[in-house]
């Protein structure tokens, strides 16, 4: 009894004093499934920040921090809950950066997230679903909602001079999502949707799809699908056909598998997915080189700053209790405080042990607004010559 | 002139991808019908068998790219062609050594070569899967069109295009070819005779002199023929992907039983019934209707049925058939 005493007493005491711990956080995201080309650079992201912020020493008395994967596919909704399952329940992570695809990540968070009172921040599920979706306060995300990638593709196509186009949208959360907000910023700026349909992915042959889009018209064809999957095989049937030319690009077609699909059959098409311009994306891309990944890849900085917002909200908090430390995010993400570029981590840690505040800027100027999420910056890109150019930021 | 858009529309949208689709669909329904006939049952594994074909061609096509060897305009992959069906005709003969011939000599009922052809699917499904990889591949190379849109635009003056492609072109030609050569075997030499005597009635045959193991043997190479060539055409003209030659197997099902299974004529003219269907049925008809009367302004697309559905038509034509005439259009077995 004296022993067990001793023991337990021993044990509280190391428990107490001595804070470092090892902290797991999950990283679930599709490394199979219609996005697998982005989440090599998406995971490399994560894993810089968490590695920063591990060999800086400064994080709650020198924790370090490891990376759980596991595979989100993306597409199935009932291998994401089980992937989250798993890093939570036999892992036991203390937040996770996913999911990668809306569906799935609603699935995981309302099914297991949820429940179990884990923090998850998502760097690419844009569906305007998640923005009004009871989340006790677990969910973030780094990516803007669709809804504002709607209102800027509408700005962008009127500016152009272009008033009438066909939709084709992949049948999923996201690819609705954003056709839907689309069609609604467009239609009240003046514009005319001429047909808003769906295409499934992973068919061999999408003739009869553009078929039906051609049939209905239009001066230029908005693809809200994925680079990987149905988007590039509708883009490839309709230029084959002749019935567009001119192509509209949402966040989930830029990548370079659509240069490599298309190269210059596709100039004189345009498009914008979220990626923030500045000092903060500048370094960024110095960072991943040296680390050796493409820090250009989409969704590769908002992976960063997924990661680095639950560390430094860890440090706030003082504490790796999701329950505890996600009353913190949106204070490390916003005003007031001292900006925090990429790289800037260790600093960040210093100032949050210190007492003071940080603003966290990051790879992609974040500023969480709403219930959590980007207020998002655009970068409009247009190809010409085979290449893909960027136009501006908006 | 709105007449000549309207036509051309149709050509364009409809006529020519149902055409080179529906070769497809007969190629690979004549090796479904020809296995039916002969050894009496339905080959599950006969999309499988097309993919693995396809796979083992393209090998040989990167082969051959690789060492520099095309063929100007036409796509290199008609030259790794008799690698690929070379390979599976090996393939074909290995599995019925290994799996049928156990059953075949037992006579079990039908069903349990249905059961048995569903095994080996997934077998090669998986060997197909382990030779290439899942994603998808694009082997066509040389020329893309005959006529491209907008050559076809300054030709014409017309506002519609047509494109006709290579791969289209080529699918048309040579199912034609492969279809004169399989009737002409069939109709013309004695081993064609052989197999048809075999089919018509086996114990006949047996007592006539004919070998049953060759006849067997013929027949199973003559399938994997058809299968790697319905399936290169296929992948050429659309995009390789082992999932897409799974999918593909109902259409290729449906065909070869609206024609009649056994029937080889039937399943010709079941390829292209089921691909018309599936392609005009989805298809919106509101800019040909918009040239034909230009008073008419309809609400809708006047489309019949969404592509999404495009599956649910071979399903459709299927119970129709099945319903009505069970034997097929062209009296074939009776199912």
């Known amino acids: 009894m004296k022993k067990l005493l001793l023991a337990t007493a021993a044990g509280a005491l190391i428990a107490g004093s001595a804070g470092a711990e090892e902290i797991k956080m999950g990283i679930s995201l599709g490394f199979t499934g219609p996005l697998e080309s982005m989440a090599p650079a998406m995971r490399d992201g994560a894993k810089l920040a968490m590695k920063e912020a591990s060999d800086s020493g400064l994080l709650l008395d020198g924790s370090t921090v490891t990376a759980v994967e596991g595979d989100s596919t993306c597409a199935d909704a009932a291998a994401a809950t089980a992937t989250v399952e798993r890093l939570i329940t036999a892992e036991g992570v203390k937040g996770i950066v996913g999911g990668m695809c809306s569906g799935e990540t609603i699935a995981s968070l309302e099914n297991v997230a949820k429940p179990n009172g884990i923090v998850m921040i998502s760097p690419s599920a844009t569906s305007p679903a998640l923005s009004v979706i009871e989340d006790n306060g677990l969910f973030f995300r780094t990516s803007p909602s669709d809804a504002r990638q709607g209102e800027v593709m509408a700005d962008i196509l009127m500016e152009r001079g272009i008033e009438s ?154 504490s790796s209790d999701p329950g505890i430390y996600k009353d ?10 001292e900006k925090i570029m990429p790289g800037d981590l260790a600093k960040a840690l210093e100032i949050i042990n210190g007492g003071g505040d940080v603003d966290y800027v990051g790879a992609t100027s974040v500023e969480l607004v709403g219930a959590g999420e980007s207020a998002g910056v655009y970068r409009e890109v247009a190809f010409s010559n085979g290449e893909m150019e960027i136009v501006g930021y908006r | 002139m709105d007449i000549l858009n309207a036509v051309v529309a149709i050509l364009n949208f409809v006529v020519i991808p149902a055409a080179a689709y529906g070769a497809q669909l007969a190629l690979g329904a004549l090796g479904v019908t020809l296995i039916y006939g002969i050894l009496r049952f339905s080959n599950f594994a006969h999309g499988d068998t097309m993919a693995f074909g396809t796979a083992v061609t393209i090998l040989a096509t990167w082969g051959l790219q690789g060492l520099g060897i095309s063929m100007g305009p036409l796509p290199t992959a008609l030259l790794a062609l008799p690698v690929g069906i070379a390979a599976t005709a090996a393939l074909a003969l290995v599995t019925d050594r290994a799996v049928y011939r156990f ?31 899942v994603d998808e591949q694009r082997f066509a190379d040389g020329a893309r069109f005959v006529i491209d849109v907008r050559t076809f635009r300054e030709m014409t003056g017309l506002t519609e295009g047509l494109a006709f492609k290579t791969t289209q072109a080529l699918t ?133 049925l969404g592509t999404e559905y495009k599956f649910a038509v071979s399903f459709v034509i299927l119970i129709v058939v099945l319903l009505f005439r069970p034997t097929g259009l062209f009296r074939g077995k009776s199912v």
């Open chain 2, 103 to 133: 059953y075949r000599v037992q006579r079990v009922a039908p069903i349990i070569l249905v059961m048995a052809s569903v095994g080996v699917m997934f077998l090669m499904n998986g060997l197909t899967r382990l030779l290439i990889g």
């Open chain 1, 165 to 318: 186009v066909a939709v084709t949208y992949t049948n999923n959360d996201y690819g609705k999502g954003l056709a839907d907000s689309f069609q609604a910023a467009y239609e009240a700026k003046g514009g005319n949707v001429t047909v808003n349909s769906a295409h499934d992915d992973g068919k061999a042959d999408y003739s009869a799809e553009v078929a039906a889009l051609a049939a209905a018209g239009g001066d230029a064809l908005v693809v809200a699908g994925y680079v990987d999957q149905g988007g590039s095989g509708v883009v490839r049937a309709s230029l084959d056909t002749g019935a567009f030319d001119t192509f509209v690009f949402p966040d989930g077609m830029i990548g370079t598998a659509l240069l490599e699909n298309f190269g210059s059959e596709i100039d004189g098409s345009f498009g914008q997915n979220p990626a923030a311009e500045g000092e903060g994306r500048e370094t960024y891309l110095k960072m991943a080189e040296e680390a050796g990944f493409d820090g250009a890849g989409a969704f590769s900085a908002e992976a960063y700053d997924a990661a680095a917002l639950m560390l430094l909200a860890m440090a706030a908090s003082g």
């Open chain 2, 172 to 304: 048309l030609v040579i199912a034609v070819l492969v279809v004169w050569a399989l009737f002409w075997f069939l109709n013309r030499t004695k081993s064609g005779k052989a197999m048809r005597a075999y089919s018509d009635n086996e114990d006949l045959a047996l007592l006539s002199g004919i070998d049953p193991d060759k006849v067997v043997r013929m027949t199973w190479i003559i399938a994997a023929g058809l299968a790697t060539i319905a399936g290169v055409l296929y992948g050429l003209d659309k995009a390789f992907k082992p999932f897409n030659y799974f999918q593909i197997l109902l259409p290729i099902f449906a065909a070869a039983i609206v024609g009649g299974l056994g029937n080889p004529i039937g399943a010709i003219a079941g390829g292209f019934v089921v691909a018309f269907s599936e392609v005009a049925i989805t298809y919106p008809w509101l800019k040909i209707a918009g040239y034909l009367f230009p008073a008419w302004q309809p609400e809708g697309l006047l489309q019949l």
């Open chain 1, 328 to 337: 913190k995010i949106m204070d490390v993400a916003n005003e007031p405080g």
